[in-house]
């Protein structure tokens, strides 16, 4: 995507951070932090904020937000799931390949996309996904 510009100023778009739902903001930091191993950032009662570092973007949970739909990357999406089974997580749906990128619109050709589906405990669906060459 090439960078726009408006006024002098270059715009360089970029994911910053998504909100979902929470409605118990500790069992939430305990469930990001302690099951899926991400870190929490900051918590802040009130407002009833949960802010979890997911990379370049922020995960914040907030009570009253929407649920919401969260992709992770994972390199070994087996292990992923193992790991999570491991500690009492039912997954929605086991790992399976959701696309094969003949044309190489999302990066190399031929690169499968593959994803396993769980729920948060406030209900936001994430999917792990991983890439196979």
Avoid at 28 to 38: E, H, I, P, Q
Avoid at 42 to 65: H, K, S, V, Y
Avoid at 98 to 119: C, I, P, R, T, Y
Wanted: aromatic fraction near 6%; hydrophobic fraction near 40%; include cysteine.
């Amino acid at each position: 995507m090439a960078a726009s510009t408006t006024e002098g100023n270059t715009l360089m778009p970029r994911l910053l951070q998504i909100a979902a739902k929470s409605a118990d903001l500790d069992r939430s930091a305990r469930f990001y932090r302690d099951t899926l191993g991400l870190a929490v950032i900051a918590q802040f009662d009130p407002p009833g904020l949960l802010f979890i570092d997911l990379g370049a973007t922020r995960l914040l949970l907030e009570n009253g937000a929407k649920p919401a739909v969260l992709y992770l990357q994972v390199e070994d999406l087996e292990s992923a799931c193992t790991s999570l089974r491991t500690k009492n997580v039912n997954l929605t749906s086991e790992p399976h390949r959701v696309h094969k990128d003949d044309d190489g619109l999302f990066g190399d050709k031929g690169v499968e996309e593959w994803m396993a589906f769980l729920n948060d405990p406030d209900g936001n669906k994430l999917a792990l996904v991983e890439r196979r060459h």
